[in-house]
């Protein structure tokens, strides 16, 4: 495969509702679009799920701009690409972190690959499933009451699974009248990094609840203290932001920091990666499932095909387009039915990008060929 041009367009599409984690609240997305063009002509499609800001990891939109622009771009052009988990095994592997850069071209690759072999990119990754199932993350809101809206109206819609949002103080609470309303609905926290372990007394309230897990409640970087706390609770821990890769997995369940892994596909630099620690969690009887981060319908598809991998046994929160934005980017836009979402069997990602609507959302956008980079680590 050789690649001839690489498009950057950046976006921002407005969010229906302010989207509130214990790290701040968001009420928009700008994400970076990535095409790759084949000497051929078919393009390829991914979005980098990095944010404006170094809040939820240290990558931020500029950041991946700079990255894509100045590393991997030149890379991707120089080199002819027989596979896409050259990518990551080969071409990128010199370039340390920075893995929601990496993981938005390689996506866009993985989409052309697919498109080329007139395969589904789930077919291609090794996916078995056809309809995968689906849950809600809630963010942070001014009621315990809104909250309980919310989950009436989702469990109306389907959803299989209700992630709430907590941080110190909007947790104890809101977990036990959630729980007093609907007491067998599958429900998890994910504190987003909010506690220390010298909360333990608060995470240990956690522990009556029945809760599905309880998402990242650590800090960021860690896996030595989680380790410490799950062996102080029967609740699961699942990791989120401390796990980068196959060797944080590896050293994870080694160390006994948590029963569940939540994978995003930005957070460990692609799909290759995701395979890889799919494939180790499955070995030792770790369920996961697949991360949101407010993807567009672009980053959602590339959702729903890792998630079609047999050991994605939980649902995950690629929810419905129409949950976040007035209208997407894609055609069709990404629809739920019952808590379920059908797998595409089209080429590629196999949902359209609508040139209108992101031309309609792109605020600047940028066009690499190899003639004008200099290819300086390629
Ligand atoms: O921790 O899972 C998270 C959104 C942004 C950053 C981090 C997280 C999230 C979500 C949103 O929970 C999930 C979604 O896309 O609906
Ligand atoms: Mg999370």
């Given at each position: 495969?050789?690649i001839?041009?690489v498009i950057?367009r950046?976006?921002?599409?407005?969010?229906?509702e302010?989207?509130?984690?214990?790290f701040g609240?968001e009420?928009d997305r700008d994400?970076?679009l990535?095409e790759?063009?084949?000497?051929?002509g078919?393009?390829?499609?991914?979005?980098?799920?990095a944010?404006?800001?170094?809040l939820?990891?240290e990558?931020t939109l500029k950041?991946n701009?700079?990255?894509?622009e100045?590393y991997?771009i030149p890379?991707?052009?120089?080199n002819e690409?027989?596979?896409p988990?050259?990518?990551s095994?080969?071409?990128f592997?010199?370039i340390?972190?920075?893995y929601?850069?990496?993981a938005?071209?390689?996506?866009?690759v993985?989409d052309?690959y697919?498109k080329?072999?007139?395969a589904?990119l789930?077919?291609?990754?090794?996916?078995t499933?056809?309809?995968?199932?689906?849950g809600?993350?809630?963010?942070?809101k001014?009621?315990?009451?809104?909250?309980?809206d919310?989950?009436?109206?989702?469990?109306?819609?389907?959803y299989?699974?209700?992630k709430?949002?907590?941080k110190?103080?909007?947790d104890?609470?809101?977990?036990?009248?959630?729980r007093k309303v609907?007491p067998?609905i599958?429900?998890?926290?994910d504190a987003?990094?909010?506690y220390?372990?010298?909360?333990?007394?608060?995470?240990?309230?956690?522990?009556?609840?029945?809760?599905?897990?309880?998402?990242?409640?650590?800090?960021?970087?860690?896996?030595?203290?989680?380790?410490?706390?799950q062996?102080?609770?029967?609740?699961?821990?699942?990791?989120?932001e401390?796990?980068h890769s196959?060797?944080?997995?590896?050293?994870?369940?080694?160390?006994?920091?948590?029963?569940?892994?939540n994978?995003?596909i930005?957070?460990v630099?692609g799909?290759?990666e995701?395979?890889?620690?799919?494939d180790?969690?499955l070995?030792h009887?770790?369920?996961?499932?697949?991360?949101?981060?407010l993807e567009s319908?672009i980053?959602?598809a590339?959702?729903?095909?890792?998630?079609?991998?047999?050991?994605f046994?939980?649902?995950?929160d690629?929810a419905a387009?129409?949950l976040?934005?007035?209208?997407?980017i894609t055609?069709?836009?990404?629809?739920v039915e019952?808590?379920?979402?059908?797998?595409?069997?089209l080429?590629?990602i196999?949902?359209?990008?609508s040139?209108?609507?992101i031309?309609k959302?792109t605020?600047h956008?940028?066009?690499?060929h190899?003639s004008?980079?200099?290819?300086r680590?390629?």
């Open positions: 495969m050789k001839k041009q950057l950046h976006l921002k599409l407005d969010l229906l302010p989207f509130t984690t214990s609240t009420y994400f970076i990535v790759a063009i084949s000497d051929d078919i393009s390829g499609w991914a979005e980098s799920v944010m404006l800001d170094p939820y990891n990558e950041t701009w700079h990255i894509l100045d991997l890379i991707i052009l120089k690409i027989k596979h988990d050259e990518i095994e080969k071409y592997t010199h340390r972190g920075n929601m850069a990496k938005a071209l390689e996506g866009a993985w052309l697919a080329k072999q007139g589904s789930s077919n291609v990754l090794g996916g499933k056809k309809k995968i199932e689906v809600v993350s809630i963010g942070i001014d009621s315990i009451d809104s909250t309980l919310i989950i009436e109206a989702r469990l109306g819609e389907g299989k699974r209700f709430l949002k907590i110190p103080g909007w104890v609470e809101l977990i036990d009248k959630v609907y067998e599958p429900l998890m926290a987003n990094s909010a220390t372990l010298k909360d333990i007394d608060r995470l240990s309230a956690l522990d009556d609840f029945n809760l599905m897990m309880i998402e990242q409640p650590l800090a960021y970087n860690d896996i030595i203290d989680h380790a410490d706390l062996s102080r609770l029967k609740t699961p821990i699942c990791l989120d401390s796990i196959l060797e944080d997995a590896r050293k994870a369940i080694k160390l006994g920091s948590c029963k569940i892994i994978i995003k930005g957070r630099g799909l290759t995701s395979k890889k620690i799919h180790l969690c070995e009887g770790i369920p996961l499932w697949c991360g949101g981060m319908g980053g959602r590339h959702n729903i095909a890792i998630t079609s991998l047999p050991n046994t939980l649902p995950g690629t387009s129409s976040y934005w007035a209208e997407d055609d069709p836009e990404v629809t019952n808590g379920m979402i059908s797998v595409p069997e080429p590629g196999g949902y359209e990008p040139m209108e609507k031309n959302y605020i956008s940028q066009t690499y190899l004008e980079n200099v290819a680590n390629a």
